[in-house]
């Protein structure tokens, strides 16, 4: 039954089951997997309790109690069964007790209410107390709980105590001590651990960037005394009087050049990580400084550039050599960023005895640095290509050289036509995208045709065929974005981290429907998978023993549950199936459909986790603020001169879980849902049990999310308004769920509203057609507006206030309205929404007829302005990249058109209904 999508009568023969009084254990065994695969885990647990009833000695039947009890998040009977498999061992199982202790930092996890912690705490001192501990993970679990009540020297003792004999890798024992010190306060000690720890592991880069917190964290203490210090006699006096700010950047700036002489001489693998670590030092040294204003801070620059350099110098070679100084590259201004290429320049060029291999290597990381640096944007767009043109040489070059390799290999010469895309990309926000729509169409090209070489030595290369899903999805050839996210292969919980951000909002905003549903089912499948095995995980490792690893995996499932990623994807599934429903609605007018809780996504009221891996993004790629409008955003963002040329710049020293496109994520999510709820119980009789999504009403909900506000009148929007055109589509959400409430209020005083909000709604409409049809004789603007905010607003808002008038209109004539016919109210706005469909039809219509010809100078005009950027090596595949961007386009054109023709005749079988 379940297999056959029949889960409806297979619920029903599970409920029969389970009344009765007794199953045998075969029936119980298939029944168990039938209600696992539905999801029903509550009715799993009442399985196993009827059984455990019968049977309360059973061993067995108490492990899958407990089970079904995770997979529920039933942590308090989860500990609870877990305590009397521990009372039924005699309570000698250390293993069953810390499942109870377990359950009980879930609790806490849970709540934050430390009484759960003071529990455990107090069950493993009694345990202790009889023998003493018996498995490392034990140790680690009450460590982990006694940090969390602040107990750090009992932590310690702990560790001492039980550390040796159970803890069998030195190396974690001291790294546990070390964090143990730290969080104590005893940072000197902490101090003096980690650098006898690195002395025998000098290349542990955790352990070097914890010296150097640590080291920073004195000097904050010691700069804050210096400020809290008493006068005695006129002199200040501070509790750290021997550990100044500078005897401690010396002292740590001595040791890590003794490591790095140290790794010099070490044969083999030579450590990278005390080199980098004196960058990293100039890096918090210009950090401190700037925060308690230190007028030295101009001095340090020069000394990070130098330590740059070094580095590149011993490390250039190898591939990672530009990520290790990526940070550090970004601090430069434009004038020291052209003080080290100089320099790196003048040093390659004293480099002796390398092959012309090894020197490319050496050149890729070269380039690679100025490019972080902003040394190539600051460039005129003339020079900007000329770099990218060079860069692609060397791409050939160093391919020639190394020859044929297996395709799932990586070499260094794999960065180079990213970074050439990368430069090209941000070419672009060098033209004025109004006035010059073809040379930033080039410049996207180009960087397509450079990233297609790329790709076809590397296919399976995860950085370049990202940056050709963002590019293709700016310029809606989703059909080709799709096949280069496809082509990675994404699995499991990382298609929920980068889809969720790379693919899903550019599939979601389209007119095509099919693929973005595939996609979105494939999400919600990946969490209900979760949620199923998530019991079956938490008993498997508790079973052998891993505490805390039972207690990650329980963490990670309430991140799931709590996932935006799914509350999207539920809501945008949602809105979809509601579609499809309006859209038979306005074909038979029948209104008693039964939708079920498909079109119904009921939100999550608590904070919402954003599990998105945003590190996967290109610099020039910014994350959606807006699943539905997420092409028209980065459009935006190619035309805007005075954003920052790294799009997290602006926001890198945030917390990430309050990143500002994350908040306008939620509004999104909200408003959009709120609407789709409204306009779903004005057109539909729902069934009783459908819940509703939020308890306030929807206008209300709506406008305390800030939807207030008025647009501005058609002669004043420009073709690049995309501000005005988000104001616009907000209120025209606003103001239809305002029209539906009002309409069926049937109340006569209501008529003064219907008219005011009919004025704002045309407004709203003019517009937004202002900016579509204004882009419509520009051979290139159908990429940037029609098609990047076109299928969402005629599958949308469009849609939705067509039902709104369609409904009231036919109450109307059934004489539902009594007291007076409000339609009559809304003939202004029909007419209005009937007039610019017509005019748009006519357009696109236009643009079809004359599309052979715009394709034709949309060729030769690339083909002339990309020979300066791409080499002839690269330009072998223009061809092919422009004929399937133009051909996704016309595909893309052809679905918009008949969106607005239907929309079109929807609307004039309700004017006609009208009249």
Known sequence: MQRLDRCSEAVAICDELLSRPKLKEETMFHLELALKGMGKHDKVAKLYEKAYERNPKDPELQRKLFSSYASNGDTVRQQQMALKLYKASGGKSEKFLFWAVASLVMQYESTHQEQFLLIAKTMVEKHAAHGGLLMADSLVLFIEILSKLRMWDAALEHLKEHGKRLMKMENERTLLEIHLLEAGGKLDLAKESLEAYLTTSPDDWNALLKLTDIVFLLLARGTQNQHLGTKVNGQLHVDNEESTSEDLVCQLTRFLHALNEGTKVCAGHVARGPQLALCELKKRMILHGMEYKDDNVANIFPELVDGICDYWIRFGHLASCSLDLSSYCRMLEPPLAIVLQEKMTKALSLMEGLSRLEALRFETSLVQIEYLCGYVVNLEPEGIMSWARQVMLKHEEATTIIGPRDPREFDFADQLPGLAAASLVHCCRKFNTKNSMVDVFACLVAALVDLQVGVRRAPYNA??????????????????????????????????????????????????????TAHLDRLIEFHSGQVQNVGDSISLAMEHGNFSKAIEFWKFSERLKASFSLAAAESERARIQTRKAIESMLANGRYELDLGHRCIFQGNKTAFRFNDDLQTRPDWLPPPSSWRFAKAELWDHLGNPKANWSWWEDIES???????????????????????????????VLPADTPEPIENAPSAELQALGL?????????????????????????????????????????????????ISKILIRSIRCVFTFIMNALPDVVGVFSRVLSVGPSFFNDEVLYLIAVLDKCTRLNRQGKHTTYNVCQSCDGLVATLKSYLQELTEQLKQEHAARKEAGKEIVSLVREKIHKSCTSFSLANFESVVKSIIDEKNAAMDKLRHTVELRLRQLSKLAALHC
């Open 463 to 516: 950085e370049m065929q990202l940056a050709l899903c963002g590019l293709y999805g700016i310029l809606s050839c989703l059909r080709e974005a799709e096949k280069a996210f496809t082509k990675l292969e994404i699995k499991h919980v990382q298609y929920e981290s980068v889809a969720s951000h790379h693919l899903l909002p550019m599939l979601t905003s389209s007119c095509s429907t099919s693929t973005a």
């Open 654 to 684: 945030l917390d990430p879980r309050s990143l500002r496109h994350r908040e306008a994520l939620v509004h999104e999510l909200y408003k959009s849902q709120l609407a789709h709820a409204s306009i779903l119980r004005t057109c539909f």
């Open 708 to 756: 207030q506000g008025d647009v501005q009148d058609s002669h004043d929007i420009g073709v690049d308004s995309w501000s005005d055109v988000t104001l616009a589509l907000e209120q025209i959400t606003l103001q239809t769920c305002r029209l539906a409430d009002v309409l069926f209020s049937r109340q006569e005083e209501s008529i003064g509203a219907i008219n005011e």
